[in-house]
């Protein structure tokens, strides 16, 4: 099975509200995390990284969470807007575990309503 | 600015023909990978590159084949063409070497058609 996966595949959400996508992995020596944004027709676009010495890292309307105890990784978007409807896809890496190291999730859609 | 550019950005082909989709950094990263990108899949890896004259196999490596010789450039060549690579493929890359702790940069993608 995915070494990474993700809870729901898709997700809606009222224009304006908290956006909440998860990630489960199953490595635990994995130490470090991305999240990507993937808009229709693009190429995946970083958002927020983390690594595992760290449970919480903020950045511009994005926060991500890291629970090592149960391999999850939830990624919190706040007042969520048109232009955040995309895929998301989390990655996990192993570092000097070489590319074979990182891998990703299948992706969740996430869909603002207005 | 520093960028990541693919092409074609479509292409379509016949089975057996071979197709080389190129892909372009400018930001003189080390690591460059290719990937390819199906529903139910997510992103798979295919090759990768540590730096120039250097290529590793990756999840999906059967069918393709990589070099690299110089920093900027990682061209992906399908030998055979076949339908099961239709897909859309996203190159990328990042700026550490030898090892992918840092973040990976995407290219805008190239949809390949095989037919």
């Known amino acids: 099975g995915e070494s990474v996966g993700l809870h729901l595949p898709t997700l809606s959400v009222q224009e304006g509200d908290n956006s909440i996508i998860n990630c489960a992995y199953s490595?635990?020596?994995?130490?470090?995390f991305i999240w990507y944004k993937q808009e229709s027709g693009k190429g995946p676009q970083f958002i927020i990284d983390i690594r595992s010495n760290m449970d919480k890292r903020q950045g511009q309307r994005v926060t991500v969470l890291l629970n090592k105890t149960v391999k999850h990784l939830s990624l919190q978007i706040a007042a969520t807007q048109p232009g955040d409807s995309a895929v998301y896809f989390c990655?996990?890496?192993?570092?000097?575990?070489?590319?074979?190291?990182?891998?990703f999730g299948k992706g969740t859609h996430l869909i603002i309503q207005p | 600015d520093a960028e990541i550019t693919q092409s074609p950005r479509h292409k379509i082909t016949e089975t057996g023909r071979q197709v080389t989709l190129a892909c372009h950094q400018t930001?003189?990263?080390?690591?460059m990978f290719w990937y390819r990108q199906d529903l139910g899949h997510g992103l798979r890896l295919i090759h990768y590159s540590y730096g120039v004259q250097d290529t590793n196999k990756g999840e999906v490596s059967d069918g393709y084949s990589v070099s690299r010789s110089n920093t900027e450039d990682l061209p992906l060549t399908l030998e055979s063409a076949a339908s099961s690579q239709t897909s859309v493929y996203f190159c990328a890359s990042s700026e550490s070497g030898g090892a992918i702790s840092d973040t990976q940069y995407f290219g805008p993608g190239t949809r390949l058609t095989v037919l």
């Open positions: 930001w003189n990263h080390n690591n």
């Open positions: 990655a996990e890496n192993v570092t000097g575990g070489g590319a074979d190291g990182l891998t």
């Open positions: 490595n635990s020596a994995s130490d470090y």
